[in-house]
Nanobody
Framework: QVQVVESGGGAVQPGGSLRLSCTASGRVGSIAAMGWFRQPPEKERELVGLRRNGGLIDYADSVKGRFTISGDNAHRTVFLDMNSLKPEDTAVYFC?????????WGQGTQVTVSS
């Protein structure tokens, strides 16, 4: 079984920054993809950014140039640095891992952008 634990999040004013962290543990095996999704209030879960094996990272158009994914599969970590935050970035953010151990989600962490 794969466990995924996130940390970070919180409340910030528009234009501010936050960092989310995620670590996978347990029977992870070889990681094919690791990244972040988010679910805004009353909306469906959507991709934020996903790091694939080999280092290629896909970002949602809405966060390009503002959000950065880092970390590495060897350490089973992924970080999300969020800059120039906007009210529309308010959501529950979920870490996602896809590996030979299966697909797994974190419990989610709330990010609120408001003045």
């Amino acid at each position: 079984q794969v466990q995924v634990v996130e940390s970070g999040g919180g409340a910030v004013q528009p234009g501010g920054s936050l960092r989310l962290s995620c670590t996978a543990s347990g029977r992870v095996g070889s990681i094919a993809a690791m990244g972040w999704f988010r679910q805004p209030p009353e909306k469906e879960r959507e991709l934020v950014g996903l790091r694939r094996n080999g280092g290629l990272i896909d970002y949602a158009d809405s966060v390009k140039g503002r959000f950065t994914i880092s970390g590495d599969n060897a350490h089973r970590t992924v970080f999300l640095d969020m800059n120039s935050l906007k009210p529309e970035d308010t959501a529950v953010y979920f870490c996602y891992v896809y590996s030979t151990g299966g697909a797994a989600w974190g419990q989610g962490t709330q990010v609120t952008v408001s003045s």
